[in-house]
């Protein structure tokens, strides 16, 4: 036989006891495994989010420096105004007071 088959069939009996081995003696590693690999795709998952969420509040916090227009914006949704305006709070419409009671 050629020395390079000879060395193809060794290195395939090789790689078949260390398998078989590993499989006898330690079958809860590849348990081990597929619980890592489910943690790690978990763990990308969640870094994922955070980082669009640390994205969102970048832009938000960017446009609280900037952007005058969006603050007033925020404040008056907050029942801010400005000194000399009068806020004049509407009842709600009869609708809504009779699916209330």
């Known amino acids: 036989m050629n020395k390079k088959v000879l060395i193809g069939i060794a290195l ?3 790689m078949v006891i ?8 330690r079958p ?8 890592q690999l489910s943690q790690y795709d978990n ?3 969640e870094l994922e ?3 669009e969420e640390n994205r ?12 005058q227009q969006y603050i007033e914006q925020l404040l008056r949704e907050r ?3 400005y000194p000399g305006e009068e806020l004049h709070i509407l009842p709600p419409p009869r609708a809504e007071l009779d ?3």
């Not at 260390?18 to 003696?25: A, E, K």
């Not at 809860?28 to 619980?35: I, M, P, R, S, V």
């Not at 970048?58 to 952007?67: C, N, Q, V, Y």
């Open 79 to 81: 029942g801010y105004i």
């Open 12 to 14: 395939f009996l090789f």
């Open 49 to 51: 989010r955070i980082q």
């Open 99 to 101: 699916e209330v009671d």
């Open 28 to 35: 809860h590693q590849a348990l081990d495994l597929k619980t």
């Open 18 to 25: 260390v398998l078989g081995y590993q499989l006898y003696y």
């Open 56 to 67: 969102k509040l970048a832009m938000e916090i960017r446009r609280l420096k900037m952007d």
């Open 43 to 45: 763990l990308v998952s």
